[in-house]
């Protein structure tokens, strides 16, 4: 991962995706007919910060610019339709490579020792239908 210090990339395990406000019905719907939903955001990367068991955690949220993956900031998060649309109220999921779709609980921004800036964090809950076939 370009971008992140060696040695904290070679301790933290990220998991891969994208963010969407699309419903699940219209996410297949949309599948069937050969026509995804449009991709204008960039991919994202999260952290994972703590775990609640397999199916919930929270982690920190880092985007592609470019070639190199940067944390989200308070301001660069402002701009993303997918935190836009979770600010008014819609409900949000995390389309995570291999593992299907996650629910967003919470964006909030959060700063540690290791990272004194603020950075996006989200909490992740696996939905039902996703937990129900494994």
Same mark, same amino acid.
């Given at each position: 991962m370009s971008g992140i210090p060696a040695s904290i990339v070679e301790q933290a395990v990220f998991v891969y995706g994208e963010f969407s406000s699309t419903p699940e019905g219209l996410k297949m719907f949309l599948e069937k007919m050969h026509r995804a939903p449009s991709r204008l955001e960039p991919p994202v990367a999260i952290e994972i910060l703590r775990e609640f068991g397999p199916q919930e955690f929270i982690g920190k949220v880092y985007v592609l610019q470019e070639t190199a993956w940067r944390p989200a900031t308070p301001e660069g998060a402002s701009?993303?339709?997918?935190?836009?649309?979770?600010?008014?109220? $819609?409900?949000?999921? +995390?389309?995570?490579?291999? *593992?299907? !779709?996650? $629910?967003?609980?919470? +964006?909030?921004?959060?700063? *540690?020792? !290791?990272?004194?800036?603020?950075?996006?964090?989200?909490?992740?809950?696996?939905?039902?239908?996703?937990?129900a076939q494994k």
């Open positions: 701009s993303f339709s997918w935190y836009q649309s979770f600010q008014k109220g $819609e409900p949000g999921f +995390f389309d995570m490579r291999g *593992s299907g !779709r996650w $629910e967003i609980e919470w +964006f909030r921004f959060e700063s *540690s020792a !290791r990272s004194p800036n603020p950075y996006l964090a989200v909490a992740l809950k696996q939905t039902k239908a996703e937990s």
